[in-house]
């Protein structure tokens, strides 16, 4: 039977680009970092406290050719991703000051505070700060 969620994986072009992204402004912890002898990577990140980490993947050593190129083509296409904080007005501007890119304006719905913005490679998040009704 299943029985947790351990890793989600993005797609990435350069593994050094997106650890610097999760970790220095969106304040991730790197968790693994191994490369492998034929020049693949596995390397995560997660938040500190949580338990999932997020695989930073660049396909490029570790599939063939065309299975690389049809994961590349899929950098910056993930689903959106929902991230939840206590303190919605702090963490907007931590990450607007660490030079996050905010596609929309913060907007107050009937579930609470919410915005959102795009890694280095497009993918869009939504930062909720959730009220409970």
Same mark, same amino acid.
């Given at each position: 039977?299943?029985?947790?969620?351990?890793?989600?994986?993005l797609?990435?072009?350069?593994?050094?680009?997106?650890?610097?992204?999760y970790?220095?402004?969106l304040g991730?912890?790197?968790?693994?970092?191994?490369?492998m %002898?034929?020049? =693949?990577?596995?390397? @995560?990140?997660?938040l500190? $406290?949580? !338990?999932l980490?997020?695989?930073?993947h660049?396909?490029?050593?570790?599939?063939?050719?065309e299975?690389?190129?049809?994961?590349l083509?899929?950098?910056?296409?993930?689903?959106?991703?929902?991230w939840?904080?206590? %303190?919605?007005? =702090?963490?907007?501007? @931590?990450?607007?000051?660490? $030079?996050? !890119?905010?596609?929309?304006?913060?907007?107050?719905?009937?579930?609470?505070?919410?915005?959102?913005?795009?890694?280095?490679?497009?993918?869009?998040?939504?930062?909720?700060?959730?009220?409970?009704l």
């Open positions: 039977m299943l029985k947790r969620l351990a890793h989600v994986t797609y990435v072009h350069d593994c050094e680009d997106a650890l610097r992204f970790t220095e402004k991730f912890e790197k968790r693994m970092d191994s490369r %002898d034929d020049g =693949s990577r596995w390397l @995560t990140v997660g500190p $406290g949580q !338990e980490e997020i695989v930073l660049d396909p490029t050593h570790w599939h063939r050719e299975v690389a190129q049809e994961m083509r899929q950098v910056g296409k993930n689903p959106m991703w929902v939840h904080t206590d %303190d919605f007005w =702090s963490t907007y501007e @931590t990450l607007r000051q660490r $030079g996050v !890119e905010f596609v929309s304006e913060p907007n107050e719905v009937m579930y609470g505070i919410e915005v959102i913005f795009k890694d280095l490679y497009g993918n869009r998040f939504l930062l909720l700060q959730q009220v409970f």
